[in-house]
């Protein structure tokens, strides 16, 4: 039983050999052919270098009150971005939203923001 146990288990085990071993990589092909747009073979062969703009957009939700109730209807809101989270810092960018849905005071619009600006500081 054992010795039956032990060679079925000893078949399977190569056999999974057997397949995994059989997946292999594609390989470069032959020289001098490209294997993606913007590639080439020779020394660099394999790197690939993308480069895009990516947009950036901020999502971001608030209250807005007037008079101490909340507002209802649309408005023409303007959200500066500084360099210290007092405002005391340096303008860093403006982004200027126009008609702004506001219902029950609550708001939520997409900044699109420039994305040299956003380097890790805080704003």
Do not use: W
């Amino acid at each position: 039983m054992n010795r039956k146990f032990f060679t079925t288990t000893l078949i399977t085990l190569l056999a999974l050999l057997l397949i995994v071993g059989g997946v292999t990589a594609q390989d470069p092909g032959p020289e001098g052919e490209s294997q993606l747009p913007g590639t080439h073979s020779g020394s660099d062969a394999g790197n690939v270098s993308i480069a895009a703009t990516v947009n950036s957009r901020i999502s971001y939700q608030g209250v807005l009150k007037e008079d101490g109730s909340p507002v209802a209807g649309t408005r023409d809101m303007i959200f500066q971005f500084y360099t210290q989270d007092d405002c005391s810092g340096t303008p860093v960018e403006s982004v200027t939203k126009n008609g702004v849905q506001v219902t029950d005071g609550l708001f939520d619009v997409g900044l699109d923001v420039t994305h040299d600006d956003f380097n890790g500081q805080g704003l």
